[in-house]
């Protein structure tokens, strides 16, 4: 039995200036876009994106994933909550992000970028596709490291207590996402696009395989307490996840 080593909040403290791992984790997430972002226009130059279109996306991006992250948490998982207290949507640093929303925020994000520079949206996103991943591995990490969307009770072998939520062990849900959607996922998109692909193809794969990593770690993750499950026994992630793996594939077999 394992038990979840209780990591101070805070990464840095540096007399009032704090930094919280959380925080760290999204710095990362952002380091590691745009320096794969400049490996990848050295390596793919048939995607023609260059690091003036890389800065915009990347700021426009970030934009698409923090107010979109954050307004799809408030509509997907709380509205009537959000509702009563409007100003509580604001309060980012308590926590509550959706990745769908994120994903939303960034698809318009880079909707408006490639109308800026003329050029291709599947150009785009099949570029950014593979920054994606390291992302969501850092962003996972985070969630570890604050002891929340934590996993189901389990009695295998690795299951984790984590002492903020009760005595029982449980996956570490938050690991396995990290590995799949996170490390695995980015080694399979960033060989897949090594080569030049048709238009969507490398999103469409991006679709897919998040989709999938997604739909089966739930099985192992706790559903959230103000929703549980909302259609038999399908979470509100798997429910969110289905569109993209149904389009990935519609996508791919274009």
């Known amino acids: 039995m394992l038990i979840h080593p209780q990591f101070n909040p805070i990464a840095i403290s540096l007399g009032p200036i704090q930094i919280y791992w959380y925080g760290l984790m999204y710095f990362f997430a952002f380091l590691a876009f745009i320096y794969l972002g400049k490996k990848q226009i ?18 426009y991006g970030a934009l698409g994933v923090v107010i979109g992250g954050r307004l799809g948490y408030v509509i997907f998982y709380q509205p009537t909550y959000f509702f009563q207290n409007p100003t509580e949507i604001f309060a980012i640093w308590q926590g509550g992000m959706s990745f769908h929303g994120g994903f939303i925020g960034v698809l ?5 970028v490639s109308k800026k520079y003329k050029i291709s949206w599947w150009m785009l996103t099949d570029f950014v596709a593979p920054l994606v991943p390291l992302g969501l591995f850092f962003g996972r990490i ?44 980015f080694v399979i998109l960033w060989f897949f696009s ?26 192992t993750r706790e559903p959230d307490y103000f929703l549980g499950f909302v259609f038999l026994n399908l979470t509100m992630g798997q429910m969110l996840s289905l569109p993209m793996i149904l389009i990935g594939f519609f996508l791919l077999k274009k």
Not at 154 to 177: C, G, K, N
Not at 208 to 219: K, S, T, W
């Open 42 to 59: 050295a390596l793919r130059p048939w995607l023609r994106i260059d690091t003036k279109i890389l800065d915009d996306a990347f700021f």
């Open 108 to 112: 318009l994000s880079l909707f408006w």
């Open 142 to 185: 985070g969630n570890f490291i604050n002891q929340e969307l934590w996993g189901r009770a389990s009695d295998l072998p690795w299951a984790m207590i984590f002492p903020t939520v009760d005595s029982a062990p449980r996956h570490p849900s938050q690991i396995y996402e990290a590995l799949l959607e996170g490390l695995l996922l």
């Open 194 to 219: 090594k080569t030049p692909r048709s238009a969507g193809k490398i999103s469409a794969f991006f679709l897919v395989g998040y989709g999938l990593a997604r739909f089966l770690v739930e099985f």
